[in-house]
């Protein structure tokens, strides 16, 4: 089992542009979350998507969006790139069940100059 | 809505010490807790959560965490520190009102620093 994985692992943007993260969940696992860590932080949640739509929703504009695929996996997209969007963003999948265990990926690092 | 505090960002012990990261809740309604940690250029691992029953919760690695709801506490504990957790350590609640995964939030975390 491959756990969840994420790409690109690094990505380097300008101010302005548009960026899209990939995330691939544990096998068995239908539901994937998104979250942001800025540098020093905790991570802040940003949306959870199950059977292919947007359930829940964190604090975030809506210059972040995304997309769940019928294989489960999923995309994040953020527009209008800002410097402070530079963050490591981190993929969490887990079965739609009350509470349980989210698995995370290794993250995307972010970097918008 | 739910909040989670962890007192101390960073945390110094010597390698055979107890370890104690502290965390503290706040929740409307009966929280889920959970303790993850992060290496360095890592994702998160759970490890340890309460959800219910036990309020001692023994986790990986040799943690353990004990839930005090008069407290509103959910303390991380290891009885003797090795240089291999040297790591930084989150607290998350979510809630139990919703009848699926919920979303996670997260404390500031709390760099734990090991020394011989």
């Known amino acids: 089992d491959a756990g969840v994985t994420q790409s690109p692992t690094h990505l380097i943007k300008t101010r302005g542009q548009q960026v899209t993260l990939r995330c691939s969940p544990k096998?068995?696992?239908?539901?994937v979350s998104w979250y942001q860590q800025a540098l020093g932080q905790g991570p802040q949640f940003i949306f959870q998507?199950?059977?292919?739509?947007?359930?829940q929703r964190g604090n975030f504009p809506d210059r972040f969006s995304g997309h769940q695929f019928p294989n489960y996996s999923s995309e994040l997209n953020v527009n209008a790139l800002l410097l402070g969007d530079s963050a490591l963003y981190l993929c969490?999948?887990?079965?739609?069940?009350?509470?349980?265990?989210?698995?995370f990926g290794q993250g995307t690092r972010l970097t918008v100059v | 809505a739910q909040s989670v505090t962890q007192l101390g960002s960073h945390v110094s012990v010597s390698e055979g010490a107890l370890v104690l990261l502290r965390c503290n809740y706040s929740s409307s309604v009966p929280p889920y807790l959970f303790w993850y940690v992060q290496y360095p250029n890592q994702g998160l691992q759970l490890l340890l959560k309460?959800?219910?029953?036990?309020?001692l919760v023994k986790g990986i690695n040799g943690f353990e965490a004990e839930f005090k709801k008069s407290e509103t506490s959910f303390h991380l504990t290891k009885p003797s520190a090795h240089m291999s957790d040297a790591a930084e350590y989150f607290c998350?609640?979510?809630?139990?009102?919703?009848?699926?995964?919920?979303?996670?939030?997260f404390g500031t975390g709390t760099r734990l620093q090991v020394t011989l």
């Open positions: 998350a609640v979510s809630t139990t009102n919703t009848g699926t995964a919920s979303k996670l939030t």
């Open positions: 096998s068995g696992h239908d539901t």
């Open positions: 969490a999948s887990s079965w739609d069940r009350v509470n349980t265990e989210a698995f």
């Open positions: 998507y199950y059977e292919e739509e947007e359930r």
């Open positions: 309460y959800t219910t029953g036990a309020t």
